[in-house]
């Protein structure tokens, strides 16, 4: 079940973020601003961030395996029509709207109600395998799509995706035939994996009940910080590497490979909440994305490659590893048979974070030739979501 939970954020994540590279061919094509060429990839964190509550109370309602056929069938109508399109509201209606919704459906919004119940102990850890997909496709895509654009053009790479989705998964919504319905909290097998003693919330907490919390807004402020310091870099990484100056494939490469190092550094993370407290985890992965952003403020040439590895290795590293320890931390503060629903809503401030952040990247390139206050300005968002998250020690009274 972990297995395939990983392979289908993985296949989401791969899709997703490929729009980085499909970013530099729009340009080029059509001549849209990067502004414009931004709006979409905008329209799709908005959108994925609106969708969450939704997809969060489906999952409780039909289980993982039929949102996978859901989203699979979306992706593959989204990538199928994308291969034709030529104005940019086409772009924003099929990769912003449709293709989002359907990665949301293999996202990780489906698929931690149901491990946070099978693994109690551990649950940072398992939360963070899977988010630690994120990374991996998000690694494998810039170099790969970037590859085949060069081979085949970017219409016909499009076409090559919607295949793989149509492929791949049927086969990953086979491995959750038996997780239909959610064990339900509390169950005997659950509790019995608690060792004796154990202070974990009993609380079986609705989604009013959580919203009157300030913890519950601090978890949006953390989501809507982190996801506006992430996206302020990472949408235009390639695209402010090719200003300077790298050759495009190389550059995409160097940050794909910078990305692989994601797996490693989210379960790492994750799995280290588990020890020393997810406030720590976090803080310690604010930190190490703060010294890869500095890195690509220090780039001035397209001879200082050593600069362009390193903000590559640093920000990869952790490049969805403050997830495990938010998304727990949400499982442990609001436990029961509506935490999807709670996180669902809890994202939404990521989606308007991560919008925000994308579009205003492109905005102040247009205006200023330059993404360096963007830059900046991430390094502010991910020190507000440090501050957000140390708020969160206490646990919430009802």
């Avoid at 993985?10 to 729009?19: E, K, P």
């Avoid at 009157?212 to 910080?225: C, I, K, Q, S």
């Amino acid at each position: 079940m972990l297995g395939g939970a990983f392979a289908a954020f993985t296949v989401s994540a791969a899709i997703m973020h490929s729009y980085a590279v499909f970013l530099v061919a729009f340009i080029e094509q059509f001549r849209w601003s990067r502004a414009e060429t931004s709006i979409a990839y905008s329209v799709s964190q908005l959108v994925a961030g609106g969708s969450s509550p939704l997809v969060g109370a489906l999952v409780d309602r039909l289980g993982p395996r039929r949102l996978l056929l859901i989203g699979g069938s979306l992706l593959v109508a989204g990538l199928t029509g994308s291969a034709v399109i030529s104005a940019l509201w086409q772009n924003v209606l099929l990769y912003g709207i449709i293709m989002t919704i359907g990665a949301n459906c293999l996202g990780l919004v489906v698929f931690v109600p149901l491990l946070s119940r099978h693994f109690v102990r551990h649950r940072g850890m398992a939360i963070s395998i899977v988010q630690s997909a994120n990374g991996f496709g998000r690694a494998a895509s810039a170099p790969l799509v970037q590859l085949s654009i060069s081979a085949i053009g970017w219409r016909e790479t499009y076409l090559v995706q919607a295949a793989f989705v149509a492929a791949s998964v049927p086969l990953l919504a086979a491995l959750f035939r038996r997780a239909a319905r959610y064990p339900v909290a509390g169950e005997p097998a659950v509790l019995a994996a608690e060792p004796a003693g154990a202070s974990l919330p009993r609380a079986n907490w609705t989604l009013s009940e959580a919203m009157r919390t300030p913890h519950f807004w601090l978890l949006f402020a953390v989501y809507l910080f982190t996801g506006l310091g992430s996206f302020l870099v990472s949408l235009h990484q390639l695209a402010f590497a090719v200003d300077i100056g790298f050759d495009r494939l190389y550059a995409a490469g160097v940050l794909g490979i910078g990305s692989f190092l994601a797996i490693a550094g989210t379960i790492f993370t994750g799995s280290l909440s588990d020890y020393i407290g997810r406030e720590w985890s976090a803080i310690l992965a604010y930190g190490i994305s703060i010294i890869g952003v500095v890195c690509a403020l220090l780039i001035a040439n397209p001879d200082q490659h050593w600069l362009l590895w390193l903000h590559a290795c640093f920000f990869g590293l952790t490049w969805g590893a403050r997830g495990p320890a938010i998304t727990a931390k949400t499982a442990d503060l609001f436990p029961g048979g509506r935490l999807g629903t709670i996180l669902g809503v809890i994202t939404i401030g990521s989606g308007i974070g991560s919008a925000a952040g994308a579009w205003a990247a492109g905005w102040i390139f247009d205006l200023s030739g330059s993404y360096r206050l963007a830059f900046s300005l991430s390094i502010a968002a991910y020190l507000c979501g440090c501050a957000a998250f140390w708020v969160l020690r206490r646990p919430p009274v009802r």
